[in-house]
């Protein structure tokens, strides 16, 4: 078996054994979805991939971590753009959910309650309108800015638990596969990773057990967009940004549509898979375009 595979191998057992072996130990403790103790099992969740791969990489096999795993703070117009992709797939999401049979145009926010209603209990549903008739703008908006500062800070410490292994180890073990079969393998895994937590109702509160293959869908037409800026930018450092970014503003697409499901609004439904994938298509018309003219 190749070399490099067996690495990748190596890091995705001990990475699912670990992160899953969190989320099985919290369960069975008596732990409940949807609280603070939760949040906490999920940001540590987040780091398993981060850890796997220092180790993996420095402990293991004792080679250098900064530059193979791409860590690198030295800026590029790279930054920027995975700074702001996000909030613009989730514009460009808002406007395919409209155009689905029985999703409409809601400013007032009441397609946003009634989906945060199969996960949040009433009384805190009904605190939630009442802090926003309260504020000086629409919440739309207020949700932008505190997503674009969340997702460059914060948001991106916690993505960067994720991306230092899969757009850090992986991306560098799988290299060799090509952009893209590396790009879907590394999708692959990446959505099947997140298995334990669409089973408690984690971005398909409706369709818990299809939002699995949903979840796994979307990896999938996520991964080429996070490895093409991970290897233009030089950096894992802005595959950190771009994923704390697409969190923090994702939930944008669903703050003024109503109607649709789970499974076809919002960036993680089929209207975000229809932009994700002409994203896609860009990208790759945009590399081909540059191979014929070298």
């Not at 949700?143 to 230092?164: D, H, K, R, S, Y």
């Not at 896609?280 to 945009?286: D, H, I, K, P, T």
């Amino acid at each position: 078996m190749n070399e490099n595979l067996k690495r990748a191998g190596l890091f995705t057992g001990i990475t699912f054994l670990l992160s899953w072996l969190l989320v099985a130990l919290f369960l069975l403790s008596g732990g409940r979805w949807n609280t603070p103790e939760a949040y906490i099992v999920a940001v540590a969740f987040m780091f398993v991939p981060m850890i796997v791969a220092l180790v993996l990489q420095g402990v293991v096999y004792k080679e250098p971590l900064k530059e193979p795993l791409g860590i690198s703070f030295r800026l590029n117009w790279w930054f920027l753009v995975a700074w702001l992709l996000p909030p613009v797939i989730a514009l460009a999401t808002i406007g395919v959910s409209l155009l689905f049979p029985g999703v409409d145009y809601s400013p007032d926010m009441a397609g946003f309650f009634e989906k945060f209603s199969l996960v949040y209990p009433p009384e805190q549903i009904e605190q939630m309108k009442a802090q926003a008739k309260t504020l000086p703008v629409h919440p739309f908006w207020l949700g932008l800015l505190q997503g674009l500062v969340a997702g460059i800070t914060v948001n991106a410490v916690a993505g960067f638990g994720e991306e230092l292994g899969w757009r850090g180890f992986l991306q560098k073990e799988l290299g060799y596969l090509g952009f893209w079969k590396s790009s879907a393998v590394i999708g692959l895994i990446w959505g099947i990773w997140h298995t334990p937590f669409i089973f408690q109702g984690h971005n398909y509160p409706q369709h818990p057990k299809l939002g699995v293959l949903m979840m796994i869908i979307w990896c999938l037409l996520l991964a080429p967009i996070f490895s093409y800026i991970r290897l233009k930018s030089n950096s894992v450092i802005a595959a950190a940004i771009l994923h704390g970014s697409l969190n923090a503003t994702a939930g944008l697409a669903l703050m003024v549509v109503e109607g649709g499901s789970d499974l076809t609004v919002g960036v993680t439904g089929l209207a975000g898979f229809l932009v994700l994938f002409l994203l896609n298509l860009l990208l790759a018309g945009y590399a081909h375009f540059r191979i014929r003219r070298a």
